[in-house]
């Protein structure tokens, strides 16, 4: 890797903007892989209604015994990354090639998102075909296609409480520019005093960037309950003087996670653009 040094450079790094954890406020936490690798979760059936009969021994029905369905949740993401810095490019580029600082921007800039990335991805794979509507976004539909994916929701009755949306800058901008939505929605009035989408029909928004979002994918909304997130291991280390090394060495090392569940996969709602 090239290491640019200092004739007179400002000991000011000129620093990639980063966005932090988009996703973080969206998995359910109830679950606990401390001293395990795999969490394993039942899910019950229920019974079919039947018309009571006034006469014989099964007046309800012929009783079966409920069975249940195991979902094994196995963490399969091991990550890591190492890096060096050598003493004599810390030295000559004014010290700015300082290794907490480098270590933090890597968690930033590359950790966290490829966490979200994840994340999202396993929610749109975890959403059922049906949950699934693909049509071309346009300014003029923005707010009708929201309307049609909770539509969907509403029908497989997941609950109400708790949704978020998460969008591409794109469709956030087709919604703002949507006058189905800007003039006639639940946030109309405060749309026109701020200009500022906080939630859609009471669901909040969470504007995450383009690349986050498998391709073609405009919005999901879903609900904190739908997938558990694990992040098992966090484990960053900044060697001094390590052996064979003059200077720093970095490696970090992070265990994680997605699983939908599948009793609330009808939760997930997704729309995504026509080719």
Request: contains cysteine.
């Amino acid at each position: 890797m090239a290491v640019n040094y200092a004739s007179k450079y400002s000991q000011n790094v000129d620093e990639r903007f980063s966005t932090g954890s988009l996703t973080n406020g969206i998995v359910n936490g109830e679950f606990d892989w401390i001293g395990v690798s795999t969490v394993n979760v039942y899910s019950i059936p229920t019974s079919a209604m039947n018309d009571y009969s006034v006469s014989g021994t099964n007046r309800y029905g012929t009783p079966e015994e409920l069975g249940n369905e195991t979902q094994e949740m196995t963490l399969k993401q091991d990550r890591s990354f190492t890096f060096t810095i050598d003493r004599k490019n810390y030295d000559d580029t004014m010290m700015v090639m300082e290794a907490g600082k480098a270590l933090r921007r890597q968690i930033d800039e590359v950790v966290i998102p490829e966490v979200d990335t994840y994340r999202i991805s396993t929610l749109v794979a975890g959403a059922p075909v049906a949950n699934v509507k693909t049509l071309a976004t346009t300014k003029e539909n923005a707010y009708e296609e929201f309307l049609a994916v909770q539509g969907i929701l509403d029908d497989n009755e997941a609950p109400q409480f708790g949704r978020v949306v998460l969008c591409t800058p794109a469709y956030y901008n087709k919604i703002k520019l949507d006058e189905s939505f800007t003039k006639k929605g639940d946030m109309a009035t405060q749309i026109a005093i701020t200009g500022i989408v906080g939630d859609i029909d009471g669901v909040p928004v969470i504007k995450a960037p383009t690349n986050r979002f498998p391709k073609n994918v405009d919005f999901i909304i879903t609900n904190a309950i739908v997938m558990p997130s694990p992040v098992k291991l966090q484990e960053y280390k900044i060697h001094t003087d390590a052996p064979g090394i003059s200077g720093w060495l970095v490696e970090g090392r992070v265990r994680y996670d997605a699983f939908v569940l599948k009793e609330k996969a009808c939760a997930i709602g997704v729309h995504k653009s026509a080719e």
